[in-house]
């Protein structure tokens, strides 16, 4: 009898084939890197977070690209948003299922 091996690998992360799921994550400004005022919202004690759109999506991502507008001027934590971390396959999972 033989038994077959699969070999069961995890399909590659990458941000290309990805839909911007982390650009739906809650993103709070926490130093100035320049990011436009339109795309500035304010919680509920008053710091400064990227504006989100009614479906979830911060409101930099170009809609037809999926890439960030203001990417020069983007936020101190998404330069620090890691791909492949677990917060990015996390939330991968979480979007596109
Ligand atoms: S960092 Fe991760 S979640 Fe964000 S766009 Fe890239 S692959 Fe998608
Ligand atoms: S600022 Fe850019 S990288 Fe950051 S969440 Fe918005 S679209 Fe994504």
Redesign the pocket.
């Known amino acids: 009898m033989t038994i077959e091996i699969k070999n069961i690998t995890e399909p590659e992360v990458t941000c290309a084939n990805c839909q ?1 799921c ?2 739906r ?1 809650e ?1 709070m400004i926490i130093t100035d890197t320049g ?1 436009p005022k339109e ?1 500035i919202a304010y919680d509920e004690w008053g710091g400064e977070t ?1 504006k989100r759109l009614d479906d979830g999506w ?4 170009d809609r037809e690209t999926l890439v ?4 020069e001027n ?2 101190w ?2 330069r620090e948003f890691e791909m492949g971390s677990f917060e990015c396959v996390d939330q991968r999972k979480e979007v596109m299922g």
């Open positions: 911007a982390c650009c994550l993103v990011v795309h990227m911060c409101s930099a991502v960030c507008t203001i990417y983007r936020p934590i998404c």
